[in-house]
């Protein structure tokens, strides 16, 4: 019995530093850094340089969509406003010489535009329907124009809204990334060290959502309101057209004004 008390002890003693870790080896293995706070900001301050440069694009992008949406919306709202006392002018005249001679309108690109081609069509007047062809078609490009003009900057939320999404995809790839990397240079898979990395590269992909979302919805508000701003100049260029076509009817195109 003793002999085998003996024996165990001796087994123990020559195999048993090979099974079971010693302490200092222990103490070798650093124990995981876990972050004491996951703020957005903390987020941005610790993700990777590719993803800072991903996040910043994104808000430099949040930044001009909500500065073209103030300049565009009082460009807008202070164009629609005078258009419509164009209009409303206009409707009210009964010759285009009076259009000539009102406060609103004498400066009014309509009608230097009506002007100008009665004063060229000064020895045609008999073709009043050829005249009045020319007018429209002056009137056209007049209302393509101003429909370039509004539609300035636009495009560049259009631009915005279909990339935003794209680069903060970018930003969380790239985030991932290196979070399975740090798995591997860890060597755990506890969620408390990995969140924070995915935590990071995931908030790429929620700026990239905030200027696109908002970026997306202005364009089509913008769409909107051009397309009214270009009806209501579209209205005005009728009401002016109707003016040209009486003083066709009443042989009185001849005035002061066509020859400026």
């Known amino acids: 019995m003793k002999t085998a008390r003996g024996l165990a002890m001796v087994l123990v003693g020559a195999f048993g530093g090979g099974i079971l870790p010693a302490k200092g080896a222990m103490a070798a ?4 850094v876990i972050p004491a706070s996951l703020s957005v900001g903390d987020m941005f301050a610790q993700a990777d340089w590719l993803v800072k440069l991903v996040m ?6 949040s930044l001009v969509t909500w500065t073209i949406f103030i300049a565009k919306a009082l460009e807008l709202r202070k164009a629609r406003a005078a258009e419509q006392q164009s209009r409303d002018a206009a409707a009210r005249l009964r010759s285009l010489d009076e259009a000539g001679e009102h406060p609103l309108l004498a400066r009014s690109p309509l009608v230097e535009e009506a002007m100008a081609e009665l004063s060229l069509s000064a020895d045609a007047l008999a073709d009043a329907d050829g005249i009045k062809e020319r007018v429209v078609s002056r009137f056209e490009r007049h209302e393509a124009a101003v429909a370039r003009r509004m539609t300035r900057g636009i495009s560049i939320l259009a631009t915005i809204g279909a990339t935003a999404p794209f680069v903060g995809l970018l930003g969380t790839v790239w985030g991932i990334m290196n979070a399975f990397i740090g798995i591997a240079e860890k060597q755990t898979t506890n969620l408390a060290v990995v969140a ?9 992909t929620a700026l990239g959502l905030v200027a696109a979302i908002p970026a997306v919805v ?3 508000h913008f769409s909107r309101e051009i ?20 003083d066709l009817s009443r042989g009185t ?7 400026r």
């Open 29 to 32: 293995v650093p124990a995981p």
């Open 56 to 61: 910043i694009g994104l808000l430099i992008a």
């Open 196 to 204: 924070p990395g995915i935590a990071e590269a995931l908030l790429a």
């Open 218 to 220: 202005i364009y089509n």
């Open 227 to 246: 397309a009214a701003h270009r009806a209501l100049v579209s209205d005005t260029a009728a009401a002016l057209l109707r003016l040209v076509s009486r």
């Open 253 to 259: 195109v001849a005035f002061a004004g066509a020859g």
